[in-house]
């Protein structure tokens, strides 16, 4: 009995082993597990909830693109001229306008502004509502007015804003306002307008291309600095303009490129200076050395990648800069470069000169600087800065030799009155000795 038992065992331990093997051709269906997502061809993959943040793309989305982001080196004019036109900046939020009232004779001394609108409105109707606490004492006397006039003065003295409620009488006060600046049509002047309120750290513009006007918000010092822009921009007759273009520089061999080549390829006689910084130099080269020629000569040793490519204006003595990453042709290691200029165009010791401050920094800090004067015509190559600049992991696939190229070309635009302006356009194309009488004059 035992022996036949043990039979069945083994009989039915084969059939098994055959069943198996029988088995070996059958295809099973996989499942493929990507880290915390079920994939098969049944399946829709299950991803992580994410952050309401806005989207990249949608964050990098700019009306300005199209014109700050693109250089015509064909039809580039190193001077231009543009009528002046009016530019007008209006407070907006002032609300309904306040009763007729006179006011005569009133005195305040080492108070708030609230306090001294108390003061003022007592007996009255209007009452005040402050939004935000104001500290500033102020102090004052007004010999005779409108209420209107009054309010104004006693807020501006105190560095406040008010808007007035009719319905419910009361006033208003905040730390900030809002502003529209009419802006005239030249596309130069508006460009430099913006220009120039990024550079004063002016955000949260709100810019309508059709009908030319631009919102902002802000605080005392934040309308002061638009004042400053508009008043200037408004007396100066120049304005200053950087065009540019920005490469990344892969050498052929395992060598660096030979910077000093380009005194054999060009001449000595065209590269005007050499200015050290604490990362890389700038070279004032003259107008031989554009684009083009500046390529031809990288593409001997290099691979030339152009990285970016756009333009920015300030008005005379101001600042501004120009962010790589948004008129970026790829999003990859320099696009958290910004470049920023502060330029005068003016006597400089006895020459007419461009003296321009250009400084490269990242979100880590100023990576360098150059002071940089030169004359009209001129134009800026920065060499030596490695790519290893930007890299921030312990490793990577970027050559040593790998550079950030920068090439700047300033450019002037003359204001002129708009009775001026045929006569003005006329001298557009001349050059040299010509073109700095023109300047100076």
């Given amino acids: 009995m035992q022996k036949f038992l043990l039979g069945i065992m083994i009989v039915g331990l084969c059939a098994a082993c055959q069943n198996m093997n029988n088995n070996d051709g059958l295809q099973y269906d996989t499942v493929t597990v990507v880290e915390n997502h079920v994939i098969d061809e049944k399946s829709v993959p299950i991803f992580p909830k994410k952050a309401a943040l806005t989207t990249d793309t949608a964050q990098r989305f700019s009306v300005e693109l199209p014109m700050r982001c693109s250089v015509d080196w064909n039809n580039q004019s190193v001077v231009s001229v543009v009528a002046q036109e009016k530019?007008?900046?209006?407070?907006?939020?002032?609300g309904d306008d306040l009763p007729e009232l006179a006011v005569d004779g009133y005195k305040f001394?080492?108070?708030?502004?609230?306090?001294?609108?108390?003061?003022?409105l007592d007996g009255t109707?209007?009452?005040?509502?402050?939004?935000?606490?104001?500290?500033?004492?102020?102090s004052g006397d007004i010999s005779s007015g409108t209420l209107s006039d009054a309010v104004d003065l006693i807020s501006k003295m105190g560095r406040a804003y008010y808007s007035y409620d009719a319905d419910v009488a009361e006033i208003h006060l905040k730390h900030?306002?809002?502003w529209m600046i009419k802006m005239p049509k030249d596309q130069a002047i508006i460009m430099a307008l913006l220009d120039a309120m990024h550079g004063a750290d002016v955000r949260n513009l709100l810019v309508n291309w059709e009908?030319?006007?631009?919102?902002?918000?802000?605080d005392y010092q934040t309308e002061r600095e638009v004042s400053r822009i508009?008043?200037?921009?408004?007396?100066?007759?120049?304005?200053?303009?950087?065009?540019?273009?920005?490469?990344?520089?892969?050498?052929?061999?395992?060598n660096p490129i030979i910077w000093m080549n380009l005194l054999p390829a060009f001449g000595k006689q065209h590269i005007k200076m050499s200015i050290p910084g604490v990362v890389g130099r700038a070279l004032v080269v003259s107008p031989e050395i554009n684009t083009k020629t500046l390529q031809e000569f990288l593409s001997q040793q290099s691979n030339v990648v152009l990285i970016s490519q756009g333009t920015f204006s300030i008005p005379n003595g101001w600042q501004s800069k120009f962010d790589i990453g948004q008129c970026s042709k790829e999003d990859r290691l320099e696009t958290d470069l910004v470049v920023g200029a502060t330029g005068v165009y003016g006597d400089y010791g006895g020459y007419q000169k461009i003296d321009a401050k250009i400084v490269l920094t990242t979100k880590y800090g100023e990576l360098t600087s150059f002071n940089i004067p030169s004359s009209v015509g001129d134009n800026y190559v920065i060499i030596g800065i490695p790519t290893h600049s930007f890299v921030t992991t312990p490793e990577t696939l970027v050559s040593p030799?790998?550079?950030?190229?920068?090439?700047?070309?300033p450019r002037i635009v003359s204001v002129v009155d708009a009775d001026d302006m045929a006569q003005s356009s006329s001298n557009v194309g001349m050059s040299g000795d010509e073109l700095r009488e023109f300047l100076n004059n």
């Fill in 87 to 94: 530019i007008e900046m209006v407070r907006l939020g002032l």
């Fill in 125 to 138: 109707d209007v009452s005040v509502v402050v939004d935000e606490q104001l500290v500033e004492k102020i």
């Fill in 211 to 218: 009908d030319k006007t631009v919102v902002f918000e802000g």
């Fill in 230 to 254: 508009i008043a200037d921009i408004a007396s100066k007759k120049y304005m200053l303009a950087w065009d540019m273009d920005v490469y990344r520089v892969y050498p052929k061999t395992d």
């Fill in 176 to 178: 900030r306002g809002r």
């Fill in 401 to 409: 030799f790998a550079e950030l190229v920068v090439f700047m070309s």
């Fill in 109 to 120: 001394k080492d108070v708030t502004v609230t306090a001294a609108l108390n003061k003022l």
